[in-house]
């Protein structure tokens, strides 16, 4: 208590440690709400932002290797885009047939999905009997209704016009990825140069440059084996769905590989749609089910075997935390949002391990065994 408050007879009122903090809290609460709204708001814009700025890093070191073998930032960053963006034109136009042809049978499937249910009723036949006696109830009311009455049927449309009313949308966001990954490596190494510019000191010059080296770094590593990963999955779904007689088995390889980019889900859609498909497309049910069942056999062993056998020990994560990251940015952006949720985390991760202050969030999002390994102590 100060002597002007002893003269004056006034009290200066005590801060504890919740008078202090209480605000605080509130106000970071309050910045996460409106910094989540605020993301969502902006999804048009901020996907196709995050997504180019993860493939610069991603694909940042391949351009530094083609700088050495004497071919400019421009050039190389149109080579990488090109190549890119030729793929993305091939793939899809050599599965624009299978794809229209299974979107126009979209209206059938759950009917001829009712119709090969109908083999497993022989299992189950209390199941059965009780259908028999909902449907002869439902065919009396039929038999009550008035001759003179007509029913009317009102078909589904096929779904074509949504597909095709969003299809500028999706071009554009691809054409503005593509755009914007092409500013990024043709700018060469100027982001870095004009980090270490503004940084006060030596030491946080170093700190900068050593976190987005090692963000590039592990991003590339991680997305590289991944993908390979992915493709030699891709291939072994293609062929299983070939030997088990369903059609298209190319497009199962494609979609194989493309949905396993997504932790977790990718395996469940897979497998769903797979099955769906067997049901359509076989003559038996238990077949359909033998699909669905040789899908999530591969999925398994790639996910408990093969991954964390090539994906190296730093660059494993927290599976829960994975699993939420990927449904909350599902909720947030969509299919994008679930392709980019696994690399965001590694970029994230790799930013705590640098900062003193956050290594211990950096722990939580590494996975099992991580923390005991990396940060045990050196006996003497």
Partial sequence: ?????VRTGSVEPAITPQTKFAPSWAVIGIFLIALIWGVAYARSFLMPVVLGILLQLVFAPVRRK???????????????????????????????GPVRTWVDRAPLIGFEIREKMDDLREVTEGVQKAAEQVDELTNSGEKEEEPGVQRVRVEEDTGLLAYAMSLPWVIAQIVFTLVLMFFLLSSGDMFYEKLVHVMPTFGDKRQAIRIAYDIERKLSRYLFTITLI??????AIGL?????????????????????????????????????VGFVSLDLAQEALLVGGAYFALTSIEGQLVTPYFVGRSLRLNTVVVFLSVTFFAWLWSVVGMLVATPLLVAMRTFCEHIPALQQVGHFLSARG???????PVES
């Fill in 1 to 5: 208590m100060s002597d002007s408050s």
């Fill in 66 to 96: 083609l700088e050495r073998w004497g071919i400019g930032p421009g050039f190389a960053a149109a080579l990488i885009v090109g190549t890119l963006l030729s793929l993305l034109i091939a793939g899809t136009i050599g599965l624009s």
């Fill in 230 to 235: 992915n493709a030699g999955l891709g291939l």
């Fill in 240 to 276: 299983t769905m070939f030997w088990c007689g369903m059609p298209n088995p190319i497009l199962f390889g494609l979609l194989g590989f493309l949905l396993n980019y997504i932790p977790y889900l990718g395996a469940i859609i897979g497998v769903a749609v797979a099955t769906m």
């Fill in 370 to 376: 991580y923390e005991l390994e990396e940060d045990a």
